[in-house]
Every structure is written in C-alpha cells, then in structure tokens.
C-alpha cells in the first residue's frame, strides 16, 4: 500500500476540534471504510461521519455535524470524495462531500430511501438501492457524481436486490438478493440472502452462493477474480472469499467468534476489509493472514445531552383520588401527583403555577399501574426497579414506601377493593391473586390465561369487595368474562361466547355489569350489559287509580272510632293512677335509665358487629346467566363498554365506524340511548368526589366532562406541568433490560429456541456505552432481540434527535417511464391505472412524452424527483407531445363528440366544446394538461400489478382460470375474494389463489371452512333454475402460488391448505415466519414485538422456522418478469390447465 503522511494543519484541525469535549474510546461503529494506502478509517458513529488514523493515535475529526443521521460512508477510487447516506431530508438520501470534510451534496431527491451501496471503478458513479417505482421491493440503481437522473438497473424482481458492488468493472455487479431479517442470529430457511452476479448488458442473474442461511454484504476485488462476503455458515458470522468464476467452496477470511461482521467495505487496492463486528471497527486482511481492531476514539459531544431536565405535559396513566383532591399520574416513567386546583377555596389559592406536578416517586425503574387507597392517603403501585415487576405501597403522609411482594414472577395491575383491605392483582401471566393487608395473606383466586405479553384483559372489583369480573381464555386467545367470589373462589364463566370480551366493569350499585366484546367474524365490537339479578315487570289491571276508590263502609268506621275512644279513657285512667304513686313513679324512671343504658350497649354491640362484617353481598344470579346480556349500541359498527354513571341509571358507552363515533349513553330503565359527546376520542375515566365530573385521558393530557344525569353541560382540561430529570443511557439502559426481561417471560417456547438467554444482557449492557443516538440504540435492541432468532420480533425506538428540517414528500404522476428514452422530457410507456394520469381528460398515453412541468423545461440530466419535489397532492401544468396512442384516442373522442352533436342538433362550435372539455393536441404536436400528484404510488403500483397478474391468467387460460391475490390475511381481503369469485369470475373453472408477498393477519379458519364446503343439496323452484346448498361453494381445482416473502398467516394459509389437500401449492417455500405476537410498550415510548404463542400443524410441525414447502417448485425468472411475464403464474396456469383436461 502507498503510505500518506497527513498534513500537520489537519492533525492540528483534528486536535482542536476535538479538545474542547472529553475523548471517549466507547464508541457504536458503523459501516467503515479503509483509505486505499491504508492509513485512515472512515466509519459512522454518533449519527455523524468520522476519519481517523487506523492506530488511532490522533482523536478522531468528524466529517458531519447534522441533527439527523448520517451513515454509510464510501471512499472514492481516487480517495477524493466521500459518499454516504443521510437523512436529514426525512428519508436516506446519497449524499457526496469531499474526503477531506465540506459543504454535503445532494445527488438523490425521492422521498422514498435511496441507500448507497458502492463507487463505480472509475469515481463517476455511484450504486445506490430503492425501493421507488417498484411494486414490492428495492432494486438497484446509478447516480452520477455530478448529479442527475438516476437510472434501474435490471427489471422487476420478487426479491430484494440491496447491497451491490461492482465485481473489478462497470458491466458486472455483485448484489445480495432475497428476503430476510440480518440480525436473526443463525435462521436457515428460504428468508434470507445469497450472492449474485448481474451483468449490465444481458441482464442476466448468476448465483454465487447457495446456502439457507445468510450470505451479504458482498465486495468485488479490483481485478474481477474474487468475491468476498459475510457468512453465518458455521454458526458465528465470517467473512467468507469465494472465486467471482465458481466452481470452489466458500473460504473463510476471518475468526470471528458470537457476533461476526457485518458492513464489508473492501479497501481500493483489495489488500483490507473494513468491517463492523458488535459495534467495533475492524480491518481484516483480504489473504486471512489477520485482522486488527481499530479503538477510535471521538469527542464525547452527543446530538442531544445525555442528562436533561425539562417541563412535560404528557400524562402516560392518571387517577384522581377517591375524594378528588389528588391526581396520581405516570409522566415519563415516574409517579407525580397534582393537586387538584378545583380542590382550593376560592380565596386561599396560592399565586403559583397550580399545573406543577409534586415528582414523589423517581428512579431509574419504571413505575406504573397504580391504584388510590379508599381513603385517598396511600396507593398501591408497580415497578421494576429490583429487577422486575413487584408492587409496592405508599403512604402519601408519610411517604413511606413498603414493598407488598417479593417473588420470581412478576406482578402487573393492582387494584384495592372498595373498603381497600384487600388488593387483587396478577401474577405472572396466569394468577389472579387477592392480598388481604390486615390478614397479611395472599391468596390465589384463579389459575388460567388471563394476561397476553404485558397486556391484562381487564377487572373490576364488585361495590361488596366480594366479587371479582376478570377475563380469561382457555387457549383460543378469545377472552370471556368470568365472575369469581373471593372467598369460595369458584369462577363462573358468564360470557361463554366466542368473540373477545374484555375490560369488565360494574355500577356503582352492584346491579349491573357491562364489558366490551369484539366479533371474531366480522370487523365489528360493542358493549355488552348484564342485570345481575333479573326483575320482573309490574302490572296493574285495576280500573281506577287509588284516590279515585269508593270510601270504606261508615258503620266500619264508626266502630273504629268508638273503640279507640274507649281505649283513649282507658290509657288516662291508668295515668291518674300512677299519678298517685311516687315511689312506684321513681322506681319506673330508673327502669327506664337501666333499659336506656341497655339499649346503648346492644347499639354498640351492633356497631362492632358491623365492623366485623367488612361488605354487604351483592346478589347474583347465575341461573342462565350467560344467556342474559345483551348488546348496547348495536346500530354502531363498533363500541365499547366504559363506565357507568355515578348513580348507576345509565352505562356510557363509545362508539365508532359509520355513523358513530364519541360517548352514548344508555339508560338503564328505558333502554333508550342517546349521545352525550359526539367528539369524545379518551379512555381511562375517573369520576371526580361528587360524580359530576368525568375525568379521562387522550393524547397525553386530561380531560373532563361535566355531566348531569345523561347530559354534557361543559368540558375542560386539567393542565399539567411535570418536571422531569433523567440520563438518556440511564433510561436505555432500563429499556434495554425490560426489553430482554419481557421476551425471556413471554416468548412462546421456554427453551428459548435452545439460546441461553441470561448472558445475553450484559454482553448487549456492555455494549450499550458506546451508544450515542436513538438509531443506534434501535440497532442495539433489534440485534438483542434477533438473539433468539424468531420471526415476529421487531423493535421500536422513538427518534429523540429530530430531524434537520421538514421532510421532502416527492408528488408522483403515476406512470412508467421508458428509461431508454435519451431525451429531451420523459418518454411514457403507460399509466398506471387510476392514478393521476389515468383520469377522465387528464390522461397520459403510452408513447407521451412530457417535455415541461410547469413551465420548466425538462433536460435529459433532470432528475425526476428533483423536480417533483414537495408537489405532492398538488397540482401541475404539464406540455406533452402527444404520442400515437393520445391522437388516436383524441379522434375517438372527436368522432364521438361530432356524433352527439349531430344527434341532439347542437349548434355550437366544436373547438369551444373542445377546449372546456378536452385538451386537445395543437398543430405543432403537443397538448397541456393539468394533473394532481400523488404522494404515494405504492397502493397503485400494486393495484396495477394485480391488473397484470389477472389479464395474464385470462389471457392464458382463455379466460377459464380466475386469479385472486391475497395482500394480507383480513376480512376485507376474505371479502374480496369472496366477491370475485362468486362474482366476476363465479363461471371460471379452476382459480389460482395468489398469497406471494402476503404480510399475514387472522382468517386461515375461514378461508378454510369457505373451501372446504361441499354441496349437499339443491333447490329447484317450479320453472327456474336450481340452485345449490350451501349457495356458496367452490369444488373446482385451486392452485395457491407462494414464495419466501409470504409471512405469517400468508404461510398458515399454505399450510392448511396443503394438509387438507385444498390446493395445490406452486412456487417457491415460504419462510418459516409464523408465530402469535403482540406488542409490548417500554418507559421511554419505545416498543418490542413479543412471540407469545406457537402454532403447530395437527401433525405436529411447529411451523416457526418451518416453512411451507411447494408441491412444484418454481424459482421467479426476473428476465421474464422485464418482459411482463411471470413464470410463476405460467406454471399454475399450465398445471391447472392439465388438470381439467383430464
């Protein structure tokens, strides 16, 4: 390598720049490049770009300095220019500056990603991947350095072309092409990489690798002989060198153990490979003789400060206490209260913000799901921070803290009883437990599926602390309402429905109960409401009223009145009697004092009685109480049980979909409903002391309505300014632990996929100190969690830097362009179907070529995107020059125009009626037209793919085939299909059932009872047609085309249908991804996904990491797909064709 001795200046630039912040050596790598002599390392890290020296004797100097991120640097040939990614225009732009540091320019404008991959040999241009213009997933294409339009390489594909280098010259490229998921450690299926070759001119493919694990990252040597790329082939990631020829196994470079390389950045010369592994730079000798670890080291100076301090008004939870003068709230992680300022006299209020919050509770932990105290002096409360979830109990008087439990699962959802003895809450994710604070007991209540990941269905306390309604599944993860007593601990199930009932919640009364319940079937919920003991109806068949009844007999009355005349002497003899008897008088008023004192002693007997006897029982009825309820609202597509009223005469209930939408209200005598907030959007309700105040939370803030009886009579908001402390690693470092504490709990196998998941933590804790932006923490977290290498698993990571300005949003005129076409304007080769150009009068044809956009010239070297930036939804003059296909549709329209006004005798002139209608071409050729952007062509890009797919079986098949192409597992894709093919094409007589690219959902038990019916019967009416039973049915051949990105319940569907031999499936194996997962919330907003349940064939396959494997393997021909054919649905069209010719 040619040695470079670097200029003192810049040394001395290097020096001053960083001094004025301490070095730190803890520093999260990414994507490095090596210089060609070798000296200096460039690399990314802390959302900048650096350089330093290999030795890093020097601090690194940074390159970038910009709110947003900027990543993937890439030395030019010639050592020049520097091109990187960054996304400081909202999406990853390619983004070049020279080496040495400057002003960054701009070379990609879609608002779509564009990631640089490579330099072309000669510095001119650079390789970059994006998904735009493309109906599924990214491919790859050329920049110039100077700018300008961009250019595809190759056609459409069915798998992800990402990655590329150029393989020693410009006609060939070596690109990583599949689907999958990078960080899942040691996945072998078909969701996943290998290596290819392209070349430019024939367009061919040449696999180089065939391994179902991963292969990527590949780089080119100078000389075009050697291909070298990443590996998990022997279980740990290596750089792996294989011929660029063929013909030899894989060789590996380096001796990486655990978390190998990732990002190959091969050096100009071919002697050194830059890598990341784990976080660190390395440089690996291109011949395997050794590799070395680079400790940059750059200036401690983060986009944002690591301990912040600052006013939040976002409130995560909230309750007001029982006598409405505190509100317990969660902000950021940590318990506040808030004095109510209503609970002030009016002239005792101080003069100060009465929206600061008291921060009672912090700590690095997460305290949560908190419960007030009857009395309102303490509450009860969740936190983490030993290490997992216990609760914990504090005495606001005090503010004295006890710990209520210490066990090896953890706790979630307190609640105390309405006396506040007893606590109920959950353990683990199975128990239902009561603690009874006086008893210091603890006693289990109900065993079963009462919580999902960290999600409890809900429960509510009885008024008599007696019972509890809780929810529960018994496998099928569809929740029913049960009712248990506390102290027989029987629990009733009172639902016994097959739909999700959840959040239960009683009146205040005891009478009744209501919960939410959400249709399995159909898209559709409402609330539920159950009378505890049913009443009968009065009746009255009396003629008159009762003032109106004849008087009693006289004679009757007269006697009455004699008899109690007689008694009235009686009673005042015996006075004058005992008049006469002093003694015998003083004797009897100390009987009395003694029977007085007798009966006080009998009242406090009974008042300690009362005590003793902690509640009053409620009254239950539970003969055929699962036939009682009845739904609430039901004219709503969608509703929900919230709260009864304070006085229990109405339940509240939401409501949404068509037609709804807000709070309703629902008497509990009449049945009548009524709206009480049209424009209510909250949840988690809190009456305040009187029941006149409904408190709720939405949007971060609190919220309340005034009620009286079923009507609003005003609305407000309780404004809220918390002060919050924290270190931002403190904080990652809570996330990043509960994160690994939630997947260890509730991942579906507890072996864990046979990974040892303790050590896991502190190797990624470790790591967690050089992490200095929010992508790089995400980084970190989705590595951990693809430890356990299972599908489903994702994680979340709110953006804390922001952004450097507001993001581009590129308006897009939804054709396709002839990218051949060397100018001037851009040639059209047909517009996509109902997009902008496809509008009745703003049509743009096959043949067009649009030479100006409102009013600007279009150049050969303009870049699209450039030019349609931030013009989304907007709309835009465009002259075209019409092509064949525009003249001849414009003569179509005429000759109609000249027939209509023949027809109706119109005397107008055709040129007037032309031009307000229709813009026509003028004499030199070209025509105007005004057109409104789209801002996204993906939904029309796959609209008009379907089109494709379904034209082509027709026109194969002769119109004998349907075609029906699932997108997701949902009811409205069911519906499609069940529309089309007892619809437009009901008379076809195979279908191919098209699951390629499915993204998963819920209906494989419907899609399978649909194809599994068979006609028992028919009706014949008298002179007419029959027809069968059941109406809808389809016993004709099925095809079902799959390949490696079906996901989820996109490969159940296979599954099932293979196992009951509905289909044949054709295509390539899907991928193995299919697990139950749910989302789980961490402190800081950040989220995982949390595989919680396995699905297991009949047989016995459990079909994560087991993909669905085709009847007739067919691989996608990409040179065919350019051609606008599809060898995939070739196949099933030939198959099923075969099939009814027998």
């Given at each position: 390598m040619l040695r470079r001795i670097l200029p003192a200046a810049i040394l001395l630039l290097s020096f001053t720049a960083t001094s004025a912040w301490a070095l730190t050596d803890r520093v999260?790598?990414?994507?490095?490049?090596?210089?060609?002599?070798?000296?200096?390392?460039?690399?990314?890290?802390?959302?900048?770009i650096w350089v330093s020296d290999r030795k890093a004797e020097q601090p690194a100097r940074q390159l970038t300095n910009s709110v947003a991120d900027d990543d993937m640097p890439m030395l030019s040939p010639d050592g020049k220019w520097l091109a990187f990614g960054s996304d400081r225009h909202g999406s990853w732009d390619v983004m070049v500056m020279p080496a040495s540091g400057g002003q960054p320019r701009r070379l990609t404008w879609s608002s779509d990603s564009e990631m640089p991959c490579a330099w072309s040999p000669d510095g001119t241009r650079i390789l970059f991947s994006s998904g735009v213009d493309q109906a599924w997933l990214p491919t790859l294409w050329e920049v110039d350095l100077d700018g300008g339009a961009p250019r595809q390489l190759g056609g459409p594909d069915y798998l992800e072309r990402i990655n590329g280098c150029y393989a020693g010259g410009a006609d060939r490229i070596l690109i990583q092409r599949g689907v999958g998921d990078w960080w899942r450690r040691n996945y072998r299926g078909s969701f996943t990489y290998d290596i290819y070759s392209y070349d430019r001119g024939s367009h061919a493919l040449t696999r180089l690798t065939e391994f179902d694990g991963l292969d990527a990252w590949p780089q080119g040597s100078p000389d075009g002989k050697t291909v070298y790329f990443v590996s998990d082939r022997n279980g740990?990631?290596?750089?792996?060198?294989?011929?660029?020829?063929?013909?030899?196994?894989?060789?590996?470079?380096?001796?990486?153990?655990?978390?190998?390389?990732?990002?190959?950045?091969?050096?100009?010369?071919?002697?050194?490979?830059?890598?990341?592994?784990?976080?660190?730079?390395?440089?690996?000798?291109?011949?395997?003789?050794?590799?070395?670890r680079v400790p940059v080291k750059i200036a401690a100076d983060p986009k944002r400060e690591w301990v912040l301090q600052r006013d939040e008004n976002q409130v995560t939870d909230f309750h007001i206490s029982p006598n409405g003068n505190y509100f317990l709230m969660e902000v950021d992680g940590d318990l506040h209260i808030l004095k109510n300022p209503d609970s002030y006299k009016e002239d005792e209020k101080p003069d100060q913000d009465l929206s600061?919050?008291?921060?009672?509770?912090?700590?690095?932990?997460?305290?949560?799901?908190?419960?007030?105290?009857?009395?309102?002096?303490?509450?009860?409360?969740?936190?983490?921070?030993?290490?997992?979830?216990?609760?914990?109990?504090?005495?606001?008087?005090?503010?004295?803290?006890?710990?209520?439990?210490?066990?090896?699962?953890?706790?979630?959802?307190?609640?105390?009883?309405?006396?506040?003895?007893?606590?109920?809450?959950?353990?683990?994710?199975?128990?239902?437990?009561?603690?009874?604070l006086e008893d210091d007991t603890d006693e289990l209540i109900y065993r079963g599926n009462i919580k999902r990941n960290d999600w409890v269905a809900g429960f509510d306390w009885a008024p008599d602390g007696y019972w509890l309604a809780f929810c529960s599944h018994q496998g099928n993860l569809f929740f029913d309402v049960y009712l248990a007593n506390v102290e027989t601990r029987e629990p009733e199930d009172i639902s016994q429905t097959p739909d999700n009932a959840m959040n239960p919640v009683f009146s205040r009364d005891g009478k009744w109960l209501a919960w939410s319940q959400s249709s399995q079937v159909f898209d559709e919920s409402s609330a539920m409401l159950l009378r505890l003991v049913p009443e009968g109806n009065t009746y009255n068949?009396?003629?008159?009223?009762?003032?109106?009844?004849?008087?009693?007999?006289?004679?009757?009355?007269?006697?009455?009145?004699?008899?109690?005349?007689?008694?009235?002497?009686?009673?005042?003899?015996?006075?004058?009697?005992?008049?006469?008897?002093?003694?015998?008088?003083?004797?009897?008023?100390?009987?009395?004092?003694e029977?007085?004192?007798?009966?006080?002693?009998?009242?406090?007997?009974?008042?300690?009685?009362?005590?003793?006897?902690?509640?009053?029982?409620?009254?239950?009825?539970?003969?055929?109480?699962?036939?009682?309820?009845?739904?609430?609202?039901?004219?709503?597509?969608?509703?929900?049980?919230?709260?009864?009223?304070?006085?229990?005469?109405?339940?509240?209930?939401?409501?949404?979909?068509?037609?709804?939408?807000?709070?309703?209200?629902?008497?509990?005598?009449?049945?009548?409903?009524?709206?009480l907030d049209g424009g209510f959007n909250g949840g988690n309700l809190h009456y305040g002391k009187d029941g006149k105040r409904l408190y709720y939370s939405g949007r971060g803030s609190i919220g309340y309505l005034e009620l009286s009886g079923n009507q609003k009579r005003g609305q407000g908001s309780v404004p809220v300014t918390a002060e919050v402390n924290f270190d931002q690693r403190e904080r990652w470092a809570e996330v990043l632990k509960d994160a690994w504490r939630q997947i260890g709990y509730n991942f579906y196998d507890s072996h864990m996929h046979g990974i040892d998941w303790d050590p896991v933590l502190p190797k990624y804790q470790k790591r967690l100190e050089g992490v200095g932006t929010t992508r790089e923490f995400n980084r970190l977290l989705t590595e951990m969690v693809g430890e356990i290498n299972s599908s489903h698993t994702w994680a979340y990571v709110p953006n804390l830097e922001g952004s450097a300005g507001p993001s581009d949003n590129t308006g897009f005129l939804g054709v396709d362009y002839d990218t051949s076409w060397p100018g001037p304007g851009w040639l059209v080769e047909r517009s996509l179907q109902d997009g902008p150009a496809d509008e009745p009068g703003h049509e743009l044809y096959d043949g067009d070529v649009i030479l100006a956009i409102d009013g600007k010239e279009i150049q050969p070297t303009d870049n699209r995107f450039a030019l349609l930036r931030n013009k989304a939804g907007q709309?835009?003059?465009?002259?075209?020059?019409?092509?064949?296909?525009?003249?001849?549709?414009?003569?179509?329209?005429?000759?109609?125009?000249?027939?209509?006004?023949?027809?109706?005798?119109?005397?107008?002139?055709?040129?007037?009626?032309?031009?307000?209608?229709?813009?026509?071409?003028?004499?030199?050729?070209?025509?105007?037209?005004?057109?409104?952007?789209?801002?996204?062509?993906?939904r029309l890009r796959y609209q008009q793919w379907v089109v494709d797919r379904k034209d082509e079986v027709k026109e194969l098949s002769d119109g004998r085939i349907a075609y029906v192409h699932l997108p997701a597992m949902f009811m409205g894709a069911y519906n499609d299909l069940f529309r089309e093919i007892f619809g437009p094409q009901k008379d076809c007589d195979a279908l191919i059932i098209d699951v390629r690219f499915n993204n998963g959902g819920n209906i494989h038990?419907?899609?399978?009872?649909?194809?599994?019916?068979?006609?028992?019967?028919?009706?014949?009416?008298?002179?007419?047609?029959?027809?069968?039973?059941?109406?809808?049915?389809?016993?004709?051949?099925?095809?079902?085309?799959?390949?490696?990105?079906?996901?989820?319940?996109?490969?159940?569907?296979?599954?099932?249908?293979?196992?009951?031999?509905?289909?044949?499936?054709i295509g390539m194996p899907t991928g193995g991804n299919v697990i139950r997962s749910g989302g789980v919330s961490l402190m800081d907003g950040s989220g995982i996904a949390t595989p919680a349940d396995g699905f297991y064939m009949s047989t016995g396959l459990n079909t994560e990491r087991n993909g669905v494997q085709p009847d007739i393997e067919v691989q996608v021909d990409p040179l065919l797909l350019e051609q606008g054919r599809d060898n995939q649905i070739e196949a099933a069209v030939k198959y099923l064709l075969e099939q009814l010719s027998k």
């Open positions: 999260e790598v990414s994507s490095p490049c090596v210089s060609a002599d070798g000296k200096d390392v460039y690399f990314s890290a802390w959302g900048d740990s990631r290596n750089i792996y060198s294989i011929p660029l020829a063929g013909g030899k196994e894989p060789k590996k470079v380096s001796d990486f153990n655990g978390n190998g390389p990732t990002s190959l950045r091969l050096s100009t010369d071919g002697d050194e490979i830059a890598c990341e592994a784990f976080g660190e730079l390395w440089l690996v000798s291109a011949d395997g003789t050794g590799k070395q600061r919050t008291h921060h009672i509770i912090r700590d690095a932990g997460w305290e949560r799901q908190f419960s007030w105290h009857p009395d309102g002096t303490s509450f009860v409360y969740v936190s983490d921070r030993s290490g997992q979830n216990e609760l914990y109990l504090h005495d606001l008087q005090t503010g004295e803290e006890k710990k209520l439990t210490d066990s090896k699962d953890p706790e979630w959802a307190p609640r105390f009883a309405p006396k506040g003895e007893r606590i109920a809450y959950v353990r683990g994710n199975t128990e239902l437990r009561v603690m009874d068949d009396d003629l008159l009223f009762p003032e109106d009844r004849p008087k009693e007999d006289e004679n009757a009355e007269e006697e009455a009145s004699g008899d109690d005349a007689a008694a009235g002497d009686e009673a005042a003899a015996g006075d004058e009697d005992s008049a006469g008897d002093e003694e015998a008088g003083d004797g009897d008023a100390a009987g009395e004092e029977a007085a004192e007798s009966d006080d002693k009998d009242e406090e007997s009974d008042e300690e009685e009362d005590k003793g006897q902690k509640y009053d029982p409620i009254e239950i009825d539970f003969e055929r109480i699962h036939e009682r309820y009845f739904p609430v609202g039901t004219q709503f597509v969608r509703g929900g049980a919230e709260i009864f009223d304070f006085d229990s005469k109405y339940l509240f209930f939401s409501t949404g979909g068509p037609g709804g939408g807000g709070l309703w209200a629902y008497d509990l005598d009449s049945g009548q409903e009524s709206p709309i835009v003059r465009l002259r075209v020059k019409s092509g064949e296909a525009a003249l001849a549709a414009e003569a179509d329209w005429q000759a109609k125009q000249d027939a209509d006004e023949a027809k109706d005798g119109m005397d107008k002139k055709k040129d007037e009626k032309a031009e307000a209608t229709y813009p026509l071409t003028s004499d030199n050729g070209e025509r105007e037209l005004l057109l409104r952007l789209s801002g996204n062509e993906g038990n419907e899609l399978a009872e649909l194809f599994s019916r068979r006609m028992f019967a028919t009706v014949n009416p008298r002179g007419g047609p029959f027809s069968k039973e059941p109406s809808f049915t389809w016993e004709r051949p099925v095809v079902m085309l799959i390949n490696e990105r079906a996901y989820s319940d996109g490969e159940i569907v296979p599954h099932v249908f293979q196992q009951l031999g509905l289909a044949t499936l």
